[in-house]
Each structure stands twice: as C-alpha cells, then as structure tokens.
C-alpha cells in the first residue's frame, strides 16, 4: 500500500470520526456506512498493490529497501525526475533540522522549570510521541514517490477535471496530499505552501488557489495544537491548544459533511467554495494567533496578553471578537486558577512559571542577621512579561496581597478570604479589578492587625527608642556609671558577658525593670567606630580608611566606647519592619548619642577635678581662667546638640511615626513610615552628610583631648600641691631637715618629677599650659565656625530648617557670627591683590633732573 492510500486510509477514519460529534443523528449513520464500504474497498486495494509489489520485488535482485534508489551510472535522469529527488532531499533535512530546532525548545523550557523547581520534576512525553509523525494529522511530506497511477488532469474533460479536484480539496482540507495538489515541505516556521498540477484549467486552478489557504491555516494551526500541547509551554497555552482542538473538531464535522455531499455527487467546486467561506475565516483567525505565539515564544501571562490584545483589536468584527473571547476565557482559566489561590490564600502553585509572581528561595530567619537581606522585596517579585495586559495596573496590588496573606499563613494562621469569588475573564476589567482590590482590602487588614495587636509591633518599636534613642534617662545614668572604667578598656579586653551582667544590673535598678520586651535588648561589640561605620555606609572611602580596611584588625585598637551599641532581638513577623536595616539605622543613632553623652560626661568630670584643683594651686588660678571658659563653651556645645538631636530631631519625628501608624492601611504603609522615621532622624542629626560629620568628629576629639588633658594637669596640681603641704608640715614640725632627710626629700621629689613624666606631656611640664589652652581654644573655635558656616550653607541651599535651629542654640548671642564675619573680611582681604602705593621721589631726584632739562 502506498503512503497515499494509507493517508487516504488515516483521513477516512479521521473522518469517520470526527462525523461522530455531527449534531445529525442521521448523517452520522450514512457516513458510518459510507465509511465502512470505502474501508474495504482500501483494503482489497492494499492487497492487489502488495502482490503486485512482491512480483517486481522478485523479479528485481538489486532492488533497494528504499522508496527510491540512486540511478546508476549509465542511466540520466529527466528533470523532473531530478527536481521530484532534490524536493525529497531537501524535505528530509528541512523536518530533521525543524524537529530538532522543537526539542531544543522544548529541553530549554524543561531546564529552566526544573531549575525552579528543584523538587518537582516536570513530565515529559516519551520520545515515540515525536518521532512518529502520523500522529500529528499534518501534511506527510517527503514519505517517499507515489505508485499511485494517476491520470494526466490536462487530458480529462473539465467536468471530470473539477470532480477530480474536489476530492483532492476535501484530502488536503484534512492534512493528506491529494493526486494533484500536493504540500510542499516546510522550511522553518513559515506557512503552509502547495503545488498544484500545472496541467489543470486555470479557472479551475484560480479557484483552487482561493481554497487552498484555508488548508494552509488547517496545518498551521494542528501543528500548534500538537506541539503546545507539550507539558514544557504550560497550562496557558495547554487550555489555548485545547480550545483551539474544539474548534478544529468542528471544523472537520464541517469537511465531513462536504465530503458527504461529494459522495452523493452534489458538490461542485464552488459549492465547495461557498460553503467553506465560514470556516475560512474562523481557521485563519486561529492560524494567525498560533503564529503569533510562535514568534513571540509566549507563556502564561504574555499569551493572555497577546489574546486580549487581539480582541481588543477586532473591536468591530462580532465574529471574529466572539471567537478571540472564547480562546482568551479558555486559555485564562488555569491562570486565573494560580491568581485565586494567591490572592486569597497566599500560595503560588506555578509549576511552569507563567504566574506574574515569581518566588525566590530566601529564607526569613535571615532578615534578622544580614544587613543587605532583602526578604520583604525579593522574596516575591513580579515578572514584568507575565503579567496579563488587562492586569498591568493591578500587579502592585496582586504582589502585595499575596505577600501579606503568606506572612500570617507562614506565622501558622489559616487564612481564608471571605470575599472569595472565581474570577472570569472579560472586556470589562472592572469585574475582576473588584475581586482583586477586595481581596487585597481583606489581607491589609488581617496582616496589619496580626502585627499591631498580637505582635504588638508599636509595643516594640516603643522599647526600642527607650533604649536606643535613650528615652529612659534614669537607665543611662545607672549603665553608665556601672560600665565607665570597663568600657575605657580596649575592646580585645573587654568581657562581654560581663558587660550582659552589668546591662541586666542596670534594667533591673531603673524603671525600665517595668519594660515586658527589656530582655531582648543585648549587647553587641562593634569591630569598627561609629565614623568607619557612617562613612561605609555613605561610600566614602578616603586613604586613611582603605589603608583601615586593609589594615591587620589586630592594629585597629578601639576602646569599648568607641565600639559599644546595643543590639535588639526581633522575631518573625516583626523582622519584616524591625529588620537588620532598620536595627543598623538604631545602631548608628545610638552610637553617635552615646559617644556625644560620654563627652559630656568627661567635660563634667573637668569642672569636677578642676574644681577640686583650684585649692593646691592659687598662684596658678589665672591660668585656669582661660580653660574654665573653654570647658564652659565645649560643655554648651555638647549639651545643645544632644538637646537638639533628642527634642528636636527625634520627639517630633517619633510623634509623627506614631499618628502615622494609627492612620496606615496595609503593612507597606508602615514599612514605609518607619523608614522614613529612620531617615529623618539621620539627617536631622547630620549623620548622612559626609562634609559635616567629619567636622562634627573633629569637634568631639578636641573635647575629648581637652579633657583628658585637663585631667592630668589637674592631677599634676594636685600631686605638686600635696608634696608642698606634705614638706611645710614635716619642715614645721621637725625644724630643719638633717643631711639625711634631706637627701630622702630629693628622692621623693625625683619620683614626683618621674610620675609628672608619665603622666603629663612635655609642654605641661615646661610650663607651657597656657600656650596648650589657647592651642585647644583655636582649634575648637575654627571647627566650630567651619561647622557654622556649613550649617547655614546647607540649611540655605537645601531647605532644611532643622538646621538652622543648630545655629541659633549654639549662636545664641552672635558671639560666633560676629567671629565668622570678622574671619570672612580678614580672608577677602588676603585674597584682594596688593596695590602699591607710590612713594615720594628721594630728595637728590630734582637736583639730578634740573640740568638733564
């Protein structure tokens, strides 16, 4: 049997078939047994074909096993015999090359999901599924020659010629070449083309070649159909193939019933023409669409996208519009499946990624350790290319609901949207732009009072500005005097759970014993300052800080001052607010109050010791005159900062983070308002502005070099004042000193002068302490004037009147502003060229012109 009459046999039964879903009960029977008799006229066909094949066979000793044998060498062949061989070859290669080109796709597809989806493997379809092509229903070409004797077309009657032709129409309408119109093989992924024989009438031909498209459109689309139908390109484009199968079953009902008709001799070529005008239009629709996936290689979200695009389209044609609905309403039904239980459970189920939510493997137990974990943002995100066309405004929406249903479904609650509703595709968005903001109303709420009320999330953020904006002032006192000589340790030395014991001590003595959430406040030892630290983080790096990042650790010696902070403990859910970012942002705050309150500390421990000094050393009273007032101007400065930071910065913020929360709908809003709190804070306490921290840092070494200068001149005093009491005493006592006693005074003074040695530098010990006091006073004046002026430049330039409430506390009378106008004229003046000015000519000059005139 020749591949002809198998295909005749394939499209009889295909046929048979398809006239078994007709909606006439009687004309299923009369092609049953119409059917039935050509299925044994095939047959008896077949046998008389294979007897007579057997006999050339035998009678042939070289024959080949091949549909075509290679010519010999003597033998020529015609041209068309070449041209009939050339088209074999090449149809051969083209569906070699084309199948291999879909199993690539196909393998890619595949990678890609089970990469995502790690523990799930998808299924695949075992390889005899591709590789038997009859499977399909599309054109078998380069099968092999045809045996099949047909008579030259050109020799008939036209009568005869369109009967002919017919029958062919209502083979190739199906997939299966005809006697005289036969389908050329693909190249690529081009439109079907076909080759009708020369030789037949050409009004015949012309009308034929109007028919012939439909058929063209009828192989695209079953190719379509057969390899979207692979678990590699998803559920959306499995339900598009299906609804697409539907159609092209009615189709063939229709050819069925042609076919009947040409059976009964009743149908003519345009006949046939006309009644399958409807159909044209419907295969070629279908067609276009399937090419259109095809080249934009759609999946899920984009093959809604380009459905709904086109219905939008045909706005204007109702036929053509009622059938791009009907795919779109199909093909959106599994993902409008995986939309539901997103919105209204908070579970993806998307074992082809064709979801518009894609999840990542991150884990949350991480957000409370790295300081760059990005749970909140990149746990889910939204894949731009897969969202629907007609959900594009609503994906925010979509993303977020999800999001918050996952958080409590992961916090162990069962969470079940009682709005929940199927959503169906249609024209009108507003249906289903409905359901999604219900949804996302519902989980906003459930998520939002899950935090604020079982979590108590205002609770905790309150327990953390106790402690790290240092709203409990009586705790500070207690930790600070408890921790003071631990702390000047260097850090290598410090014990930290010594430093634990000493934080519960203090909790436990102040009234933040009363704090419910005060055990989760730790101490954390940083490896770096609070400098090293903002300046990291504000991407500033200078030489000396490369040469700190390279440097061994072992070198970078800090005191436990200058690494101290405090650390939080946050559990799941509230790490979503309370994250490690947040926490940093507290740190940094912190850090920068702690140090600026350890400076006022050591600035009253001065006017303490100096206090006490001023007993052991009248004469030297005047001296100290200049460095009371320093101290004074150093203590004023310190204390309205941290006056400022606290009252001004950080009370008014926190009120407004506190209004906004009661007023915030969803959690974004609250993750949003406590950032923006957070910020604020940092830039109204300069710790974002690279050029006035550095200043500001200036500044808070002077005064810590002042004090501790201070404190050992003092300590000088008082151990030079004790000596001088200790002899005019001894010398008051005992009357003159003997030789002996003598010689033990310089031994006591020589140790006296060693211990001054030690502990006092060289400048203090040549009586220059007057000369280190106005050292001390210029340079504090000019960073204080230099952070002035950029204050106002800043609170000019960029708006900020918070700045400006600086200038005013620390320039309270214009002392300083007075200074920065004096400096400014004084700086204009250097910068101004010098003009000569012309002196009198010397007294001889006239004598010695008199003559020379």
């Avoid at 419907?282 to 080249?295: C, G, P, Q, R």
């Avoid at 459905?307 to 389209?313: A, E, G, I, V, Y």
């Avoid at 490369?546 to 403990?569: I, N």
């Avoid at 109050?593 to 001023?614: D, G, P």
């Amino acid at each position: 049997m020749d591949s002809r009459e198998h295909r005749s046999a394939h499209a009889g039964c295909t046929r048979e078939q398809s006239g078994g879903w007709s909606r006439s009960a009687e004309c299923t029977g009369v092609l049953a047994l119409a059917m039935h008799g050509l299925v044994c006229l095939q047959t008896l066909q077949y046998l008389q074909q294979n007897a007579k094949e057997r006999a050339e066979l035998a009678a042939n000793a070289s024959g080949s096993s091949t549909n075509f044998s290679a010519p010999t060498a003597a033998s020529k062949l015609s041209m068309q015999e070449l041209e009939e061989l050339r088209k074999q070859l090449g149809s051969v290669a083209t569906g070699t090359s084309l199948q291999q080109s879909l199993e690539l796709t196909r393998k890619l597809l595949r990678d890609k999901q089970n990469k995502k989806n790690s523990g799930q493997r998808l299924p695949v379809f075992p390889p005899w599924v591709y590789e038997r092509p009859t499977l399909v229903g599309d054109f078998l070409t380069g099968s092999g020659v045809s045996t099949d004797s047909a008579v030259p077309i050109g020799t008939l009657p036209l009568a005869s010629q369109e009967s002919a032709v017919v029958e062919d129409l209502l083979y190739v309408l199906v997939g299966v070449d005809g006697r005289y119109i036969t389908a050329q093989p693909l190249t690529g992924r081009q439109s079907r083309t076909f080759l009708v024989d020369p030789n037949l009438d050409l009004s015949i031909r012309e009308l034929v070649n109007r028919i012939l498209p439909v058929a063209a459109s009828y192989s695209t689309v079953t190719r379509f159909i057969e390899e979207k139908s692979s678990f590699e390109y998803g559920q959306v484009n499995h339900a598009l193939a299906a609804a697409m199968r539907t159609l092209v079953k009615e189709y063939l009902i229709l050819v069925t019933q042609l076919e009947q008709l040409q059976r009964q001799g009743l149908l003519s070529l345009q006949k046939l023409w006309f009644y399958i005008q409807p159909a044209m239009r419907t295969v070629d629709i279908l067609a276009s669409l399937a090419t259109s996936v095809d080249k934009g290689e759609c999946v899920g979200g984009s093959t809604l996208s380009l459905l709904h695009d086109r219905s939008f389209n045909y706005t204007g044609d109702s036929q053509a519009q009622e059938l791009c609905l009907y795919l779109t309403k199909a093909a959106s039904v599994p993902y409008f499946e995986i939309l539901e239980k997103w919105i209204y459970r908070g579970i993806i189920n998307d074992p082809y990624s064709e979801f518009m939510v894609e999840e990542h493997e991150l884990r949350k137990e991480k957000i409370q350790e790295d300081y760059n974990d990005k749970y909140w943002d990149q746990r889910y995100t939204v894949v731009q290319r897969q969202i629907p066309s007609f959900l594009q405004k609503m994906a925010g929406k979509v993303l977020s609901t999800g999001k918050y249903l996952n958080v409590v479904r992961e916090c162990g609650h069962d969470v079940t949207c009682p709005v929940a509703k199927e959503i169906i595709y249609t024209l009108k968005e507003r249906a289903y732009v409905e359901q999604i903001e219900k949804a996302f109303n519902y989980a906003s709420k459930v998520l939002l009072a899950f935090l604020m009320e079982e979590k108590e999330l205002v609770a905790h953020l309150r327990s953390i500005k106790r402690y790290f904006l240092m709203d409990q002032g009586d705790f500070f006192v207690h930790f600070m005097d408890l921790t003071e000589e631990e702390l000047k340790k260097p850090v290598d030395d410090i014990t930290p759970t010594r430093l634990e014991a000493l934080l519960e001590l203090a909790l436990r003595m102040s009234t933040a014993n009363t704090d419910p959430f005060k055990d989760d406040l730790k101490i954390d030892l940083m490896p770096h300052d609070l400098i090293t630290q903002l300046l990291r983080v504000l991407a500033i790096e200078t030489k000396q800080e490369k040469a700190m990042v390279h440097a061994d650790p072992t070198e970078l010696t800090l005191s436990g001052l200058e690494a101290f902070s405090f650390d939080y403990v946050v559990k799941w859910p509230l790490s979503l607010i309370i994250n490690r970012k947040a926490l940093t942002r507290y740190q940094m705050l912190f850090r920068h109050m702690f140090y600026c309150k350890h400076v006022e500390r050591q600035l009253c421990n001065v006017w303490i010791s100096n206090k006490a000094a001023k007993q052991y050393s009248l004469h030297s009273a005047k001296w100290f005159a200049g460095a009371f007032t320093l101290r004074q101007r150093m203590l004023n400065f310190v204390q309205n900062i941290q006056y400022y930071m606290m009252f001004e910065v950080m009370e008014p913020t926190w009120h407004i983070l506190e209004k906004n929360l009661k007023s915030a709908s969803n959690i974004d809003d609250v993750l949003g308002h406590h950032t923006s709190f957070l910020d604020n804070c940092l830039k109204d306490c300069m710790l974002t502005n690279p050029e006035l921290l550095k200043v500001f840092s200036r500044l808070m070494s002077v005064c810590v070099m002042f004090t501790n200068c201070m404190q050992k001149f003092t300590q000088s005093m008082k151990l030079d004042g004790e000596l001088g009491r200790l002899t005019l005493e001894r010398g008051t006592m005992l009357g003159p000193p003997t030789e002996a006693e003598r010689a033990e005074e310089r031994a006591r003074k020589e140790l006296a002068r060693k211990y001054l040695a030690e502990h006092v530098d060289a400048p203090q010990l040549a009586s220059s302490f007057e000369a280190t006091i106005n050292k001390f006073d210029k340079n504090f004046s000019a960073h204080l004037l230099d952070l002035l002026a950029r204050l106002s430049l800043y609170s000019t330039s960029d708006c900020e009147h918070s700045m400006a409430s600086v200038i005013s506390r620390l320039d309270f009378n214009g002392f300083y502003t007075e200074r920065l106008e004096r400096l400014s004229a004084e700086r204009s003046q250097k910068a101004a060229p010098q003009v000569p000015i012309p002196r009198a000519p010397p007294a001889s000059a006239p004598r010695v012109a008199v003559p020379a005139q």
